[in-house]
């Protein structure tokens, strides 16, 4: 069983920045793939990014490429998000996932194995 719990959201404004974070009660990180998810009210939940075990591949959903930027450090176990040029859409509470295939960077959440609770970003206009 693996823990995960987010940190670093808030409320901003647009055009700001945020950084989230997420640590990972394993001391084995390097053996998941990782993955930031969100779910605005109303809709479904999301994809974001999503990085395999290494850092060497990412994958990164259409509508936030360019501004937020996934990395990850197993020695720390931790997961990053950096957002950039903070939008009113971004608004929505983000989640974290943890995948056990570790060489692969999905955009599907039903093939991830752990969850966190989330954290909100509220971007106001």
């Known amino acids: 069983q693996v823990q995960l719990v987010e940190s670093g959201g808030g409320l901003v404004q647009a055009g700001d920045f945020l950084k989230l974070a997420c640590v990972a009660s394993t001391r084995n990180l390097r053996d998941y793939s990782m993955a930031w998810f969100r779910q605005a009210p109303g809709k479904d939940r999301e994809f974001v990014a999503a990085?395999?075990?290494?850092?060497?591949?990412?994958n990164v959903d259409d509508s936030v490429k360019g501004r937020f930027t996934i990395s990850r450090s197993n020695a720390e176990n931790t997961l990053f998000l950096l957002m950039n040029r903070l939008r009113f859409e971004d608004t929505a509470v983000y989640y974290c996932?943890?995948?056990?295939?570790?060489?692969?960077?999905?955009?599907?959440?039903?093939?991830?194995?752990?969850w966190g609770q989330g954290t909100q970003v509220t971007v106001s206009s």
């Open positions: 996932a943890a995948n056990r295939r570790r060489g692969t960077a999905s955009n599907s959440a039903s093939e991830y194995d752990y």
């Open positions: 990085i395999t075990w290494g850092g060497g591949t990412t």
